[in-house]
């Protein structure tokens, strides 16, 4: 069991252990279950029986929720089946037809669909801002929320998240975060005044490349409706899902110093060479978002990006297709390392690249081999440009 008193790192050990319940083993099993028996009519009455409908929960869920929320310190955790639906969910927990949104112009692209497409359909308005703006003055009367993602996805620019909570909550709007980036491990959501904190599991809470789950946490002013409205669009995690992201919780701390520390590496190796613009990465010294990273994040994971100078689509191409050690892959978090071309969509002048940006996740395997594959993409990239 985890105390209050506890450091993340031993929280993400300890919370959500419930050997007790399961003849001593150290992690709660899958429990696959739809149908839950009650003993009597008796026990049919509401809060009379712990476990009482598959979707509604099992101790595998709980366990998952007990450690998320004993990390996350808030008062409410719903687990849902991806990171695209933490976003949907918190949204919908919050806004109504009629209503208006500021969202990051670096917000993740399905997560901008959604704002574009059904939201829009349901009358709700989207204004865009730049990652970087004093959101002030582009409150409305109606706007009920502001959605950050810092670092942004793809162009990682770091907000700030206080700043931007004391602008909105003085108008009465709630603060929605993606903290997939950081975990909350790394950057603490509630703290910094985030109502509504996502994140997508299929990262690095799983880890290992082989599940797809979400989560919201909010706090206590957020929880009543974010319990409901998961409620009534009838989410669930799979059992077996939360057991991966429960195993895969247990080690992220670790996985997380590593890979911090081999994409700092990469991100060094590269912003030297002479076929790179600039990196995009807040943890390195002369990032635009290094100070506010400094000051608001207690570490960096393995996901950066770099703009190359300008070069043909041929030499791109040529650069990332011959990589040994590099999976081209929509995903990130897992313990492998993956490079991507990045198609950037702004709403804002908020970023401007001359060349091509692509994006890496710094895997575990050992850095001077990936800086070797990266050395040789550059000579093919070379050859063709
Ligand atoms: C920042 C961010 N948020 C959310 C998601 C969505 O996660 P999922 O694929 O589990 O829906 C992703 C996926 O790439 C992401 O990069």
Redesign the pocket.
């Given at each position: 069991m985890s105390t209050k008193h506890d450091k993340p790192d031993t929280v993400i050990v300890s919370a959500g252990r419930m050997s007790d319940s399961h003849f001593g083993a150290v992690n709660t099993p899958v429990y696959r279950a739809s149908t839950i028996l009650f003993p009597d009519v008796a026990s049919l009455a509401p809060g009379k029986q712990l476990y009482t409908y598959g979707r509604r929960g099992t101790p595998t869920s709980h366990s998952l929720e007990d450690a998320i929320g004993a990390l996350e310190g808030g008062a409410q955790v719903v687990l849902v089946?991806?990171?695209?639906?933490?976003?949907t969910t918190a949204i919908l927990s919050v806004v109504s037809s009629g209503d208006h949104m500021l969202v990051t112009d670096s917000?993740?692209g399905?997560?901008r669909h959604f704002c574009d497409t059904t939201l829009k359909r349901l009358g709700v308005e989207t204004t865009y801002y730049a990652p970087n703006a004093d959101i002030a003055p582009l409150l409305k009367p109606n706007t009920k929320v502001v959605v950050c993602?810092s670092p942004g996805?793809l162009t990682f620019e770091i907000q700030d998240i206080p700043a931007i909570a004391r602008a909105a909550h003085a108008r009465g709007a709630s603060v929605l975060m993606?903290n997939?980036?950081a975990t909350p491990l790394l950057f603490d959501a509630h703290g910094h005044g985030v109502d509504l904190s996502?994140?997508?599991?299929?990262?690095y809470l799983g880890g290992h490349a082989d599940v797809?789950?979400?989560y919201v946490s909010a706090n206590q002013s957020h929880a009543a409706r974010l319990k409901e409205t998961h409620g009534n669009m009838g989410l669930a995690a799979s059992g077996d899902d939360c057991f991966l992201a429960l195993r895969g919780l247990r080690t992220m701390a670790v996985r997380l110093k590593r890979h911090q520390e081999t994409a700092t590496k990469l991100a060094q190796w590269l912003g030297a060479r002479p076929e790179v613009a600039r990196i995009l990465y807040p943890a390195l010294p002369g990032d635009p978002g290094h100070a506010l990273w400094k000051r608001d994040f207690k570490g960096a994971c393995g996901?950066f990006g770099f703009e190359l100078k300008p070069v043909s689509e041929a030499a791109v191409a040529a650069f990332v297709d011959g990589m040994q050690h590099f999976g081209i892959g929509?995903?990130?978090?897992g313990f492998e390392s993956l490079i991507l071309p990045s198609h950037i969509h702004r709403a804002t002048a908020s970023f401007d690249a001359k060349g091509p940006v692509i994006r890496i996740h710094a895997g575990l395997e050992d850095a001077d081999d990936l800086i070797a594959d990266l050395e040789l993409g550059l000579a093919r990239l070379k050859d063709i440009k």
């Open positions: 089946p991806s990171g695209l639906n933490a976003a917000v993740y399905p997560t993602e996805s993606d997939t980036w996502i994140q997508a599991g299929t990262k797809t789950i979400g996901l929509y995903s990130w978090g």
